[in-house]
């Protein structure tokens, strides 16, 4: 059992925390990104069958790895392949678009699939400064001013809050008009935007896996900061992690090279994607002892079932966490069921949910 061991109690507690999955889709051993895109949804019809409380897409762009540039349209295919998961984005990265054009999207998400949706968003662009012009995005710095138009759309179309008449938006709707929006949430990486989201109202999400830093202290002082808003009554925070389980411990070790390698890749400046078990074992193998390798290790959670949620629900108690979003990884598509299946199970107490998901 590798990664998270210094974070681990010597003695295990129930996990009160509910379970969730992020998925970016990547492209499995030597697939396409076209394929990656129908391994996202089998990946949703999985999460639905194992109990998982949602399933959240991210957005990336020209990322050779990663398949999922319009998370939108992989819940809209979900909706119709899941019957109770709730779906949502991991997020939408705001400054690329409209919050007009965004609130649309989500609201017909939502009458597609009533109830269900969720509306990640994010503050970065998900893509670096060429392909953020290529997107026409704007500076993350119109972040604030997105958001409070996107929160005014959605509670506009939903008839909760109608813009007053002198707004410079009244009259502009989000179509199609509902009696219910998406739960909202942002996707948070530091203590600052947390408590952007504390004060905004809304759900927030750590990405610990960005971040490499501990959820902790950024669920601490969201929690302190949290004002109530139309979203949201009480505060609701997550951590998005990696977590990979698979029929014994060597087996997950063995079979989570390719991550790993990819992972190291990023940081030695080589970015590159590996096909096989093989490949990736020989360029860890060329790293050993690196200090960037054991940084990999360090922020994922990787053994037998039973290992990892254990660490996990010992995450979820040291965090503060409501709900973990576990990151479907593994080197195949069936490898990373099969961890889903291992991580799944029953779990002990209750998490708070967001009021808009309360009341759904």
């Not at 990664?3 to 129930?14: E, T």
């Not at 076209?34 to 990946?43: C, F, P, Q, Y």
């Amino acid at each position: 059992m590798r990664g998270y061991a210094a974070l681990a109690p010597r003695h295990s507690a129930p996990m009160t925390a509910r379970l969730s999955v992020l998925d970016l889709s990547p492209i499995s051993g030597d697939g396409t990104q076209a394929g990656a895109v129908r391994d996202s949804l089998a990946v949703a019809e999985a999460a639905d069958r194992l109990g998982y409380h949602r399933i959240w897409f991210a957005e990336h762009h020209s990322i050779a790895t990663l398949s999922s540039a319009s998370p939108e349209i992989l819940i809209a295919a979900a909706s119709q392949r899941t019957s109770r998961i709730r779906l949502g984005s991991g997020g939408v990265m705001l400054p690329n678009y409209s919050p007009l054009k965004v609130a649309e999207t989500f609201m017909e998400l939502e009458a597609l699939a009533p109830g269900r949706i969720d509306l990640g968003v994010g503050r970065a662009l998900g893509a670096d400064a060429r392909v953020g012009a290529a997107l026409r995005s704007q500076s993350s710095e119109v972040f604030p001013q997105y958001f409070a138009l996107l929160n005014a759309w959605l509670l506009d179309a939903a008839d909760k809050e109608p813009f007053p008449p002198h707004h410079p938006a009244a009259g502009v709707r989000a179509s199609p008009t509902g009696p219910s929006h998406p739960a909202l949430f942002m996707l948070t990486s530091s203590v600052e935007s947390s408590v952007f989201a504390a004060r905004v109202g809304v759900g927030m999400v750590f990405s610990e896996f960005i971040a490499r830093t501990d959820a902790g202290p950024a669920i601490a002082a969201y929690r302190q900061a949290f004002e109530p808003s139309p979203f949201a009554a009480e505060p609701f925070a997550g951590v998005g992690l990696i977590a990979f389980a698979a029929d014994g411990d060597a087996e997950a070790q063995r079979l989570d090279a390719p991550r790993r390698a990819a992972g190291l890749a990023v940081l030695t400046g080589e970015r590159q994607r590996f096909a096989s078990l093989e490949a990736a074992q020989a360029y860890l193998d060329r790293f050993a002892g690196d200090p960037r390798l054991d940084a990999v290790i360090a922020r994922s959670i990787t053994g037998d079932g039973p290992a990892v949620r254990r660490i996990l629900a010992d995450k979820a108690r040291a965090s503060g966490a409501d709900e973990l979003f576990v990151m479907a990884v593994g080197p195949t598509l069936a490898d990373r069921v099969r961890s889903l299946e291992l991580i799944a199970g029953p779990v002990a107490g209750e998490a708070r949910l967001p009021q808009a998901e309360a009341a759904a």
